[in-house]
């Protein structure tokens, strides 16, 4: 039995012992716990049941080191301006302005937004002068022999290459076994995501067309290519209303393992960890789901705030919300 059941029972315990002798202080110096402890299980319980008396995860990001924006800022200006130049060259150029930060620092700055490697930063770059509208991206590339043809531009523009995914959410009572349908644009990260009953092609497809699609024909958009992993709902057998809908709306389907290929297949995963940890443990904790609705409907709402509020780390978003990428705001 897990840490987390057995707190939780211990918790039940705690809340049936004081009913059963009639005295709440006797069952709280039986159990350990403080009278204050008791109240605050009893109205977690009333309010969410079981669900309410599991404690949320404290992992939280390794941030009391981390730089400040004006600094992060810096630092991936350098990235552009300065490609070809290795990391301890650009802390010494940041440190000559003013700015003083190690080569390792400058480092944890590159990989947190994928511009680690020389060729990640032309690729950065190049996204950059795109999303200008002007001829500077013809510019960067005879100045820095970019080739747009080559394959590892897996991102040229939204809806190029997106990533769409089903996230088991597990047993949620009193609905049962719930999933969230997930899309995710691999060059601006705008996400869609919705909550179902079902995980099967059929459900994969009803995502697709009727949250997903209309939101990219509303902003004149066009999906070029889904990247899924090979869960039975896009491969195999099973997988035929999914290949037959792409095959309709002429976009093209790639199958990888997961975190095998380009760097938008980890997306999906990625998001589906902060939606965790940032909507559905909190929410679940603190209410009474009484609807897949309601739920629904309060998952949108993180999404928007997702979507149009939180800064973005990645090559094509640059710390930039997912609508400002998508030139949306």
Not at 69 to 90: C, F, M, S, T
Not at 168 to 181: F, N, T, V
Not at 238 to 256: C, G, R, T, W, Y
Request: some cysteine; charged content about 25%; overall charge neutral.
């Amino acid at each position: 039995m897990s840490a987390k059941s057995n707190e939780i029972r211990s918790k039940l315990a705690l809340l049936q012992l004081a009913e059963e002798l009639g005295s709440i202080s006797k069952a709280c110096e039986i159990m350990g716990y403080s009278r204050d402890s008791y109240y605050r299980f009893k109205k977690q319980y009333q309010t969410a049941g079981e669900r309410g008396l599991k404690n949320l995860s404290r992992k939280k990001p390794a941030i009391k080191n981390r730089l400040s924006p004006e600094v992060e800022e810096q630092v991936i200006e350098i990235a552009l301006d300065y490609p070809n130049y290795g990391q301890a060259k650009a802390a010494e150029i940041l440190t000559a302005r003013g700015c003083p930060i190690s080569a390792s620092g400058v480092r944890t700055i590159w990989v947190r937004h994928n511009l680690e490697t020389k060729k990640n930063r032309l690729i950065a770059l190049h996204a950059k002068a795109l999303q200008k509208g002007d001829d500077a991206a013809q510019q960067y590339e005879q100045l820095h022999q970019i080739d747009p043809a080559d394959p590892i531009f897996d991102c040229l523009s939204p809806g190029d290459t997106c990533v769409q995914d089903t996230y088991a959410l597990g047993d949620i009572a009193p609905l049962g076994e719930l999933y969230q349908h997930t899309f995710v644009d691999g060059y601006s990260q705008y996400a869609h995501a919705w909550i179902s009953t079902e995980a099967d092609s059929s459900a994969a497809v009803k995502f697709l067309q009727q949250q997903v699609l209309p939101w990219y024909r509303e902003h004149k958009i066009d999906i070029n290519t889904i990247l899924t992993d090979r869960g039975t709902e896009f491969s195999g057998r099973k997988a035929a209303p999914f290949k037959d809908a792409l095959e309709a709306l002429n976009i093209s389907h790639v199958q990888m393992r997961a975190y095998n290929g380009p760097v938008v297949n980890g997306l999906a995963a990625r998001f589906q960890t902060q939606a965790f940890n940032e909507f559905y443990e909190p929410f679940l904790k603190a209410n009474m789901i009484e609807s897949i609705e309601q739920l629904n409907a309060q998952l949108q709402l993180w999404c928007e705030d997702y979507n149009h509020n939180q800064s973005i780390s990645g090559r094509y978003t640059l710390g930039r919300t997912a609508v400002e990428v998508m030139g949306l705001k």
